[in-house]
């Protein structure tokens, strides 16, 4: 192996594609070094030594940004690890992703947070970014050390998982978060109405005789945090909406101007509830599939701009969890290693530009996690060369046992997708080659 693809530094020359940043698209060359991108140009001549990455017919973008990811580790390491949830996101396009503080122990406290931080660098795989909780243990009740995590580098705060019920709890948190200059991240549930909820709350829920999931229960919350967010003026990001209604209450907030961002789940756009008329748990997700008017709803949003992100919402489980009746199997399915495939794919009717799409996968959830010094960095000598190169017109089937997470829950299985990951550059170290992880 050579130098430049083994990690060591070298120079890398990505060959033959088309950069799309938030520049726009040009073909051109794309040589990094020491970590940095050093050439952009429409012919860059190999010089004795390079490393030369095929990129004819595909996209070179700044590298994917994932705002939500659960990685389990520490604590359910049979579900997933660290490291191997860093290789489904290299395999994705993604060079940095937003580790969800829902672990055990969870991630309030500075010495699980450098665990989680330590364990993504010595992985080597992408920049795993841990999100700090809102409260002690994400149980509601008393505010997690947000100035400690802070100061640690945490950027993003969040009990994913459940919402902050606490109205007055919520209102100090984005207080305090405000004069930190941190985001919080709402999971968006009312839980006395949701539980014992299995699936949305609608018709095909009503057919199978399962409690409900009703779409008020996020909306109620959505519109709390947007008015707490109004009152406070502290950032708030929406984590994956799922309803019409709440698409419709964050486009109003932005039209207000205020500081809410959202992200929309690859499956909350591409699946329903009525997936789950088999009582199959690996369509039980939190929230819940919904309708396909809900669907249109945050196919909209994400073109018009509302919905600043795609995020995975990765939520790996193993076998003998999903395997339990719907009831009691949790939620949550796989995501890093198809979102890409199900947004060109699902997303085609939406008329978005390459730009557009990039930039909701790239810089525009970099900026929502703060990374934007070093991800979704435009493409030109300077930049971070952290960089993602996929074919956008490449078809592939989903193949549960060939992906590279631990566990096997994707609803995907035997879909046939357009796009896919050729190649992801990680601080000038290719880390994926033609499709294969290298670490």
């Not at 060591?8 to 088309?18: A, M």
């Not at 020491?34 to 017919?57: K, N």
């Not at 665990?115 to 795993?128: D, I, M, S, Y």
């Not at 609608?202 to 008020?216: D, T």
Request: hydrophobic share 40%; proline share 6%; with cysteine.
């Amino acid at each position: 192996m050579s130098a430049g693809a083994s990690g060591t530094p070298g120079r890398l020359v990505l060959k033959g594609g088309t950069v799309v940043d938030r520049d726009g698209e040009r073909r051109a060359d794309v040589a990094v070094e020491h970590g940095q991108v050093v050439e952009v140009a429409d012919v860059v001549g190999p010089q004795a030594g390079d490393v030369v990455l095929d990129a004819g017919g595909c996209v070179v973008s700044p590298g994917f940004v994932d705002l939500h990811v659960h990685l389990r580790e520490p604590g359910r390491e049979e579900a997933e690890t660290i490291e191997t949830g860093s290789r489904a996101a290299a395999l994705g396009g993604f060079t940095a992703v937003v580790a969800m503080p829902n672990t055990e122990p969870a991630q309030d406290d500075v010495s699980v947070v450098e665990f989680v931080r330590a364990e993504g660098e010595r992985a080597g795989l992408c920049e795993v970014l841990p999100a700090g909780c809102i409260t002690v243990g994400r149980a509601g009740e008393t505010l997690a050390p947000i100035g400690e995590l802070a100061a640690a580098g945490v950027h993003l705060f969040t009990d994913d998982g459940n919402g902050v019920q606490d109205p007055l709890l919520m209102r100090r948190a984005l207080e305090y978060a405000k004069g930190l200059g941190v985001t919080l991240a709402q999971h968006c549930e009312v839980a006395s109405l949701t539980r014992g909820a299995v699936m949305h709350e609608g018709a095909c829920c009503s057919r199978l005789g399962v409690p409900g999931w009703p779409a008020l229960a996020e909306e109620l919350m959505v519109f709390r945090d947007i008015e707490l967010c109004r009152l406070t003026g502290a950032r708030v990001h929406l984590l994956h909406l799922s309803t019409a209604r709440s698409v419709e209450l964050v486009r109003q907030a932005k039209a207000d101007g205020l500081a809410v961002t959202a992200e929309v789940a690859p499956h909350h756009f591409t699946l329903t509830d009525e997936h789950l008329r088999g009582f199959d748990p690996v369509y039980k997700v939190n929230p819940p599939l919904r309708t396909p008017d809900d669907i249109a709803a945050l196919k909209a949003g994400l073109a018009d701009g509302t919905i600043d992100a795609i995020a995975t919402d990765h939520a790996p489980h193993p076998p003998e969890s999903k395997e339990q009746p719907l009831d009691e199997a949790p939620p949550g399915m796989l995501g890093l290693e198809t979102a890409l495939g199900l947004a060109l794919t699902e997303l085609a009717d939406l008329d978005l530009s390459l730009v557009e799409l990039v930039g909701l996968l790239s810089w525009r959830p970099a900026a929502i996690a703060g990374v934007a010094d070093r991800h979704g960095v435009r493409v030109r000598p300077g930049s971070p060369a952290n960089l993602t190169v996929f074919d956008p017109q490449h078809s592939w089937q989903v193949t549960p046992s060939a992906l590279a997470s631990k566990s096997r829950n994707t609803p995907y299985a035997g879909r046939t997708l357009r796009g896919k990951v050729r190649h992801t550059v990680l601080r000038g170290a290719a880390v994926v080659v033609d499709g294969e992880a290298r670490r």
